[in-house]
């Protein structure tokens, strides 16, 4: 059944978003701090692989993770538009494309953040120095060094970005229809590859706009609080890497499902949690962190006061990045597991569905326990292997509609 | 065929047509009895496949036993921890190698399909994985998994914790990307918290004397291999079946151990006496080729190293047997095993791997390289272009040897025949 959806567009607030003002420096990896790009003067902007691999064949291995390649095909065709990359040791395939950027596009600086698969307090420490290495790296680029004040800035801003993200994902959990599924992931994407001050311009209007229109239609048709339409309509989970597929997307809007969580690297994993809760204090509820207490600061006391603040604001980084929702790369599956748990119950999700890009070992090997442990509580699942700008929608429509039809 | 090869393949049977953790363990007992493994190691006609054989029953056998906690632990973890904590090691990945000589490598993938592992990964770990849920492998008390090298191990070994029941005996050593001082805290106050934490469930304190004399023989190992990797620079003759690539579980799994410098001392011994006759000319050596190998190998029954022997290619060096590490320091023992681990060529960037590829064709005057690209492992072949281009610039041929270390159904025989053909022909115009 193909629902009767009026979406309310992003692309005509999308304005100032198109103006590019300051110099880019790529990343791959939702664990890369934007604060510390954006007080190094840059604008971050994600690697999204748009372009269909042709060089990168020649680099890679057949069997080798379609993103990966579209990403370096990429950076082959525009390296000339970033001033350098902030890369990370997130998986196999990323600690190899950084070894081919380095080998062969050698003019552009690049930059491996190493990020810890265990969450502790070791682990912080240990994400705390290569920040600060990353810092190093960008500073030597931009010749300016990052003032206390350029990352208070920073962090203020990326805090309000990921929190009206989260508006967006709660109207986008209610009010599917008039948001759309293509519409919310392309929102998403422009958020991960604008200039942050333009895109939270328009994303403000949109969400502004989007208030006082659902507010009238709501008035005027009860759409939301009709609860047999709700009813109709099968409320899914969404579970995957990275995803950005608007072929797919138009799939799920054109069947009738709902998605009512996600869990995939371009939603959800990449706005959930903010760095130093006060900064933005009530825009996000329910956010605590074992490390925001006095006592995870004590070693930084006997540093200069402002060098003890700008060290706190990079623990805080480190946290908030190490605590965010975590990918499958982690150690503490269980973790995930848990995560992915309180989703489907807070969510009254019906299914699951789990899209993985081919040849990805971190996703696909959680797959096996993931499907044991949603057996055990009766949530059936779907396991999608995709392959980057190379889908075939007719079979992935066939088998999400047979999978609709079984919840 | 012989009697003993009889014998052999009798065994082989009987354990396909017995896929059981108790009968493995049967077997293991009676082939693994002091007697029976003497007069099993006597069936070899050269002294390093000897004590390759008989140390490899007798770890697997004290695994397979519960005299001792046997403790999953993933390839490049210094194993001289588990020694010194005695705790028994047990390298699936390892011993998903061992699955694919036995020929029940059809049985443990089938099963990890049917649990959900993609054909997509990685043999090694899906055999593994199948192994655990079909019960062949020993019940673990723990589990420990460095990040080192490869993505698969980490998640595997959990599932294996969680199917257990022992999450929390699950330890994932976080292997920092760069060499530093940094890095080496790191990961050595890792090793302790680890060592700390299995100490405690096993009631015991930390032994500190036993971790000075594991450090102690581990340096001894480490003697040894060194002395074995610098004549055969020279070698070029080796004892019929021998073959490098088959020394991975002692390399790792055995080092710190009484065992480990038994089996290097008679490699050396043995490999000594075929440098001396070589030297005294008895053996012609001018037409031989000589071949690094990179990865490992098929481990099912195949034709590629007859072919190299026929054509008068040796194996002269392989980069698992390359000792990476400087020697311990039995004063800063964690310390020193975080600078081990650090030091491992396929840790952080490609470039590492490459700088030790360059030394050993310097020093083993190496006329070709074989990479063999194993289906699913990412870490690997995802430097090849790399690998390939490095030695392209020093004039060395390379050859990426698609294949399947495990699975013979997705590697073509008569593809790697044609491959390896045509590389040898290269090679051969150059003499």
């Known amino acids: 059944m193909v629902m009767d959806r009026e979406i309310i567009p992003f692309a005509q607030f999308h304005i100032n978003s198109k103006k590019q003002y300051t110099k880019k420096i790529g990343w791959l990896c939702t664990y890369v701090p934007e604060e510390i790009i954006i007080a190094s003067g840059f604008s971050p902007a994600r690697i999204i692989g748009k372009d269909k691999v042709k060089k990168a064949e020649g680099y890679c291995p057949i069997n080798f993770c379609p993103y990966i390649k579209s990403a370096l095909e990429d950076i082959l065709n525009s390296s000339s538009n970033l001033e350098g990359i902030v890369f990370t040791n997130s998986c196999d395939g990323m600690r190899r494309l950084y070894d081919l950027c380095n080998t062969y596009i050698a003019d552009l600086p690049s930059f491996l953040l190493d990020v810890p698969r265990n969450k502790n307090e070791i682990a912080v420490k240990h994400f705390e120095n290569n920040i600060l290495k990353m810092i190093d790296f960008l500073e030597s680029l931009s010749s300016k060094t990052i003032e206390l004040t350029d990352l208070e800035n920073s962090i203020k801003l990326c805090n309000e970005k990921r929190a009206l993200l989260k508006r967006l994902n709660n109207y986008f959990k209610n009010l599917q229809s008039q948001i759309g599924i293509k519409n919310y992931f392309q929102i998403l994407k422009f958020a991960m590859t604008e200039e942050p001050e333009n895109f939270i311009e328009d994303l403000k209007k949109y969400l502004n706009y989007l208030d006082n229109e659902i507010d009238n239609k709501q008035k005027s048709s009860n759409i939301s609080n009709n609860p047999e339409a709700n009813n109709r309509e099968s409320r899914i989970m969404i579970i995957g890497n990275f995803l950005d597929e608007d072929r797919l997307w138009d799939v799920f809007d054109e069947l009738s499902c709902k998605i009512s969580a996600d869990d995939i690297c371009n939603s959800s994993r990449y706005f959930e949690n903010v760095t130093e809760p006060h900064a933005v204090a009530g825009l996000l509820n329910g956010y605590h962190s074992e490390f925001s207490t006095k006592n995870s600061y004590a070693d930084l006391n006997t540093c200069e006061k402002k060098d003890k603040i700008f060290l706190k604001l990079i623990r805080d980084i480190a946290v908030r990045q190490l605590y965010k929702p975590q990918c499958m790369r982690m150690s503490d599956l269980n973790f995930k597991l848990v995560e992915i748990k309180r989703n489907i119950k807070n969510n009254n999700i019906g299914g699951v569905i789990f899209i993985s890009q081919k040849f990805c070992d971190n996703t696909l090997l959680f797959y096996p326990l993931f499907r044991q442990q949603l057996n055990m509580v009766n949530i059936p699942s779907l396991l999608l292997e995709i392959e980057h700008n190379n889908i075939s929608t007719g079979q992935i429509k066939t088998r999400v509609q047979a999978f609709l039809e079984i919840i | ?431």
């Not at chain 2, 921890?81 to 190698?97: K, N, Q, T």
């Not at chain 2, 940094?182 to 405690?200: C, G, N, P, V």
């Not at chain 2, 040796?314 to 081990?340: H, Q, R, T």
């Open chain 2, 1 to 431: 065929m012989s009697i003993i090869e009889k014998i052999k393949e009798n065994l082989k049977v009987r354990i396909q047509n017995n896929l059981q953790r108790d009968y493995i363990r049967k077997i293991l007992n009676i082939i693994g009895s002091k007697p029976l493994l003497l007069a099993y190691g006597a069936t070899f006609s050269s002294q390093s496949d000897k004590y390759l054989n008989i140390v490899s029953i007798k770890n697997i056998k004290k695994s397979y036993n519960k005299k001792s906690p046997t403790a999953y632990g993933s390839l490049f973890l210094p194993y001289e921890l588990f020694h010194s904590l005695e705790i028994v090691p047990f390298l699936p990945e390892v011993i998903a190698g061992f699955t694919g000589g036995l020929g029940i490598t059809d049985r443990t993938l089938k099963e990890a399909s049917s649990k959900w592992y993609t054909p997509d990964l990685c043999t090694f770990h899906r055999c593994a994985s199948g192994a655990v849920e079909l019960d062949l492998f020993p019940i673990p008390q723990f589990l420990i998994c460095a990040t080192l090298a490869c993505d698969a191990a980490q998640k595997t070994f959990y599932i294996d914790a969680k199917k257990y029941g022992i999450e929390d005996n699950f330890y994932l050593v976080d292997v920092p990307y760069e060499k530093n001082s940094k890095s080496i805290s790191y990961l050595a106050e890792q090793f302790k918290m680890i060592s700390k934490d299995i100490s405690t469930k096993l009631q015991k304190n930390l032994d500190f004397a036993r971790l000075e004399n594991t450090i102690k023989l581990s340096n001894e190992f480490r003697y040894w291999a060194l002395k074995v990797n610098d004549l055969r620079k020279e070698l070029s003759v080796y004892p019929k079946n021998f073959n490098g690539l088959n020394f991975i579980f002692p390399f790792h799994g055995l080092a710190g151990t009484k065992d480990a410098v038994i089996l290097y001392k008679n490699i050396y011994r043995e490999l000594k006496k075929l440098l001396d006759k070589q030297k005294n000319k008895k053996i012609k050596t001018d037409r031989i080729k000589r071949l690094l190998w990179l990865h490992l190998k098929p481990y099912y029954k195949n034709e590629i190293f007859t072919l190299l022997e026929k054509n008068n290619y040796i194996l002269a060096f392989e980069e698992i047997n390359y000792v990476y590490w400087p020697e311990l320091d039995s004063e800063n023992p964690f310390e020193s095993l975080a600078l081990k681990t650090l030091s491992h060529p396929l840790n952080g960037s490609a470039q590492n791997r490459v700088d030790m590829i360059m030394e050993i064709v310097k020093d083993y005057r190496i006329d070709g390289v074989v990479m063999f690209s194993h289906w699913g492992c990412r870490h690997s072949n995802g430097s090849g272009r790399i690998i390939k281009d490095s030695l392209k610039k020093i004039d060395i041929p390379t050859l990426i040897l698609d294949g399947d270390c495990l699975n013979k159904n997705n590697s073509s025989s008569g593809q790697i025949t044609t491959r390896l053909q045509g590389f040898m022909e290269i090679i051969n115009s150059r003499f």
